[in-house]
């Protein structure tokens, strides 16, 4: 029985998906666009997006020089500004991607200034799939991590010397682009046991981690009932030796090298464990409720707001669901109702919360359009939009493997 209610789920949703596809009528798809903003005085500004170390607009960029330098009258600084920061784009990206259309005009037909368009993903890039909206999600998600905003970044948040203050006073060191830390809650040791547990990483882990393995052996010991409590015991005395405490951190930069590393940590929070797969899920599942399908724009404000916010309580998912359900089809409306009706703890915290939001609904009501809070804190917090990394309003149901859905529990369930 609950194998068929799962396929029937699916069902529906892909028939939904099928039906608002048809639908769209949308301009060429985009794969990265430069940012930009009006200030107070209406003046435009370009701004910059960058992107992970292993992300797509390395492979991109690298790509578009190479090209570059088969163009006759192409400056060779255009392409060598682009090798220099590959997982970058600002002026000297827009200048790269304007000399490739002075270069090949005919494959920039109705396409937007400073914008490479979709198609040129195979010309460029060889041997790798176009970026999957997990991949352009992760340029904005990622964009708000300010302490570690990618995966070979460490902080220990007892170094308040260096600056570095956290949101979680017991965090200790927090690892990579979705914090794991090894404080309250301990999702960095935990991520670092899902790696341990997988043939694929757990050589990989043990390789570097072999000058600190008794230090490793103790963060991954469940045997203590008070394990987590007793996380800053075991790492105190490697913060308190410089030496080591800059090896923790070389030590995870290495590890943040192997691609199997990337995926592990990964599929940690956005699998059948993982703390973001539970709260994205909350998300998708009010928006069953409310009947909305959901976009590839809805899927990145769910993982950005599954980073920095507390997840969706059952009370307000009640409260927003008549809102969204009643905002109809266009789920960019269901997205801004979510941002403005969720409880901020001070008008500070709303401002900034509201400017990275507003990311992902400014592309239907343009900069304009935002009212005055969602304006003045989109500049100040954000100045981009969704779209600049490609993503759409197309209908997309992203699969168990990009991130653990209810209906992938009720299909898991369902196995024999």
């Known amino acids: 029985m609950r194998a068929k209610s799962a396929a029937a789920a699916i069902l529906v949703w892909a028939l939904a998906l099928f039906a608002a596809g048809e639908a769209l009528a949308a301009a060429p798809p985009i794969l990265v666009r430069q940012p930009g903003y009006a200030d107070s005085a209406g003046l435009s500004h370009p701004w910059r997006l ?24 192409a ?13 970058r784009l600002d002026r000297s990206g827009a200048a790269a991607i304007a000399a490739l259309r002075d270069c090949h005009k005919w494959w920039f037909r109705k396409v937007p200034p400073d914008a490479l368009p979709e198609k040129l993903w195979g010309r460029l890039v060889k041997d790798l799939p176009s970026p999957s909206p ?37 965090s200790i060191l927090s690892w990579g682009p979705f914090k794991a830390t090894a404080g309250h809650g301990c999702t960095l040791q935990k991520a670092l046991a899902a790696l341990a ?92 409720q409310a009947g909305l399908v959901p976009t590839e724009a809805d899927f990145a404000f769910f993982l950005d707001r599954s980073l920095d916010y507390p997840p969706l309580s059952d009370a307000l998912a009640a409260q927003l669901l008549p809102l969204v359900k009643a905002a109809g089809p266009q789920t960019w409306q269901a997205r801004r109702i979510i941002a403005n009706q969720t409880p901020f703890s001070s008008p500070g915290a709303r401002s900034f919360q509201i400017g990275r939001d507003a990311v992902y609904w400014v592309d239907a009501v343009g900069q304009a359009g935002l009212d005055p809070v969602e304006a003045s804190s989109w500049v100040r917090n954000s100045r981009l939009k969704a779209s600049d990394v490609g993503l759409t309003e197309k209908p997309y149901a992203p699969p168990c493997t990009v991130v653990f859905l209810p209906a992938c529990a009720a299909m898991a369930g369902a196995r024999p």
């Open 50 to 73: 960058t992107d992970s170390k292993w992300g797509f607009f390395a492979p991109l960029f690298l790509g578009l020089a190479d090209e570059l330098d088969h163009c006759k009258h």
């Open 75 to 87: 400056d060779p600084a255009a392409a060598a500004g682009l090798r220099m920061s590959p997982n």
């Open 134 to 170: 997990l991949e352009r999600a992760k340029v904005l998600a990622f964009g708000a991590a300010a302490l570690t905003p990618d995966y070979d970044r460490t902080i220990w948040d007892w170094d308040r010397g260096a600056g570095w203050t956290s949101a979680d006073p017991d």
């Open 197 to 288: 547990a997988q043939p694929a990483t757990a050589a990989i882990l043990r390789e570097h981690f072999e000058g600190e393995a008794a230090v490793l052996d103790q963060l991954l010991d469940r045997t203590d009932p008070d394990w987590c409590a007793h996380q800053a015991k075991i790492l105190k005395p490697v913060f308190d030796d410089p030496e080591r405490r800059e090896e923790f951190r070389v030590i995870f930069a290495r590890l943040a090298a192997h691609p199997e590393i990337r995926a592990g940590y990964d599929a940690y929070f956005m699998g059948p464990t993982g703390y973001l797969a539970g709260r994205m899920g909350r998300y998708y599942a009010l928006y069953a």
